[in-house]
């Protein structure tokens, strides 16, 4: 009931949002799922599900003497087409990282599928030079100025150091090439491999990656995935994972299982309370804004334009809950 009534509930004309800061979040990812690319049953089943975001893996989920059997099975699935949902999903591949002998037969394969995946998820990328490579890939590949989506696996201490100059360079690329950023993923579990870290409970050991990786991610307009939660099991443990993240600024999570997807999809969407909160601020604001007031009380806190674009994100994300 109240969502649908923020439904209806712009955001006011005379703010002139264009001009403010407009993301682009019209595909949702709050769930991105892991399907092992040669398992034709589980690709079968993910085609079932209520789910923003199938990646097809050719990467880490899949055995080293499954790779080709993956890209096969993943190219007949996109030869015979996306199927239809009740509401639009994204469907991707995730390619092997540039440092193994597989990528490039994975993109081929993709990339001359009767239909093209939406996205291509490029793991473990470090420096720029993959970006550029990428790019280069596919303009020899697709002739029209259709558009592949791309999401950038970051994942290591080096790629870490590099993440600006990787988005700026995927940015520029956006312009005047085939490809179109869309999302920064934190690949947490490669990420502790790399620098030697232990897991812990309290997962000290990733904090300060895991909020870098958000605050770039919004620098350049980007979803901000966060990490995956491997006791599928557990769904408490999930769903407590998933309000961290999104308290810090995250957008989606990755999945492994089924069973995690609602959780997380209903986790990524702001509560009721949170709801009626930035809604009673947007009308609030917009009255101040009418009488001449750039900064007011409401609720108790000082309200100004920051906390308006606040609510603006949480109305926004609201109306991707179906009603
Ligand atoms: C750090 C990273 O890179 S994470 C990404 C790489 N890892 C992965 O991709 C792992 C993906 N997940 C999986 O392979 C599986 O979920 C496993 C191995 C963890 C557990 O698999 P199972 O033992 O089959 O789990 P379970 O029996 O609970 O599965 C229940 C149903 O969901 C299906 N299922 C399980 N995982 C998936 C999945 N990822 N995608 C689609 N369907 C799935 C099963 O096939 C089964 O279907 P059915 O009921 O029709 O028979
Ligand atoms: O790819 C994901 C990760 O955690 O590693
Ligand atoms: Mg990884």
Same mark, same amino acid.
């Given at each position: ?7 209806? $509930?712009?955001i ?6 264009n001009k #403010? ?12 799922m ?7 049953k ?10 923003? +975001?199938?990646?097809?893996? +050719? @990467?880490d ?5 499954k790779?080709?059997?993956? $890209?096969?099975?993943?190219?007949s ?9 009740? $509401? ?7 390619i ?11 993109? @081929?394969? +993709?990339?001359?599928?009767i ?8 793991p473990k990328? @470090? ?9 280069e890939?596919?303009?020899?590949? #697709? ?24 988005c700026?360079?995927? @940015? =520029?690329l956006?312009?005047?090439?085939n490809? %179109?950023?869309?999302? &920064? ?6 990420f502790?491999?790399?620098i ?10 990733i904090?300060?990656a895991?909020q ?5 991610a919004?620098?350049?307009n980007?979803?901000? #995935? ?10 408490e =443990?999930?769903?407590?994972q ?6 810090m600024g995250?957008?989606g999570? %990755?999945?492994?299982h089924?069973?995690?997807v609602?959780?997380?999809?209903e986790?990524f ?15 609030s604001?917009?009255?101040? %804004? ?19 674009? %606040?609510?603006?994100?949480v109305?926004? &994300?609201?109306n991707?809950?179906?009603t």
């Amino acid at each position: 009931m109240l969502v649908s009534f923020v439904k209806f $509930r712009t955001i006011p004309r005379f703010l002139n949002i264009n001009k #403010i800061i407009v993301r682009k979040y019209n595909v949702p990812r709050r769930a991105l799922m892991y399907v092992p690319g040669d398992d034709p049953k589980k690709i079968s089943k993910s085609l079932t599900l209520d789910v923003d +975001c199938i990646a097809l893996d +050719c @990467e880490d989920g899949v055995a080293v003497n499954k790779k080709r059997e993956a $890209r096969e099975t993943i190219r007949s699935f996109l030869d015979k087409g996306k199927p239809s949902k009740d $509401r639009d999903y994204d469907f991707g591949v995730r390619i092997n990282a540039f440092d193994t002998e597989y990528w490039q037969e994975d993109l @081929e394969s +993709c990339l001359t599928a009767i239909n093209l995946p939406d996205t291509i998820l490029i793991p473990k990328v @470090e420096t720029a030079d993959t970006i550029k490579q990428f790019s280069e890939e596919v303009k020899q590949r #697709i002739k029209s100025d259709k558009k592949i989506n791309v999401i950038i696996y970051i994942e290591s201490a080096r790629a870490f150091l590099n993440i600006v100059d990787i988005c700026k360079t995927a @940015e =520029g690329l956006s312009k005047t090439s085939n490809i %179109q950023p869309v999302s &920064l993923v934190f690949g947490s579990d490669d990420f502790c491999a790399n620098i030697g870290a232990t897991r812990t409970e309290s997962s000290i050991e990733i904090l300060y990656a895991r909020q870098k990786l958000v605050l770039v991610a919004k620098a350049f307009n980007l979803q901000a #995935i966060d990490m995956v939660y491997i006791k599928y099991k557990d769904l408490e =443990g999930l769903k407590k994972q998933c309000e961290e993240g999104m308290k810090m600024g995250y957008t989606g999570k %990755q999945v492994i299982h089924p069973g995690q997807v609602p959780i997380v999809q209903e986790a990524f969407l702001p509560s009721a309370s949170q709801i009626e909160w930035a809604s009673g601020l947007l009308q609030s604001f917009e009255k101040h %804004q009418k009488d001449g007031k750039g900064a007011f009380t409401y609720k108790g806190s000082m309200i100004d334009m920051p906390t308006m674009r %606040q609510a603006e994100n949480v109305i926004k &994300l609201a109306n991707l809950k179906k009603t």
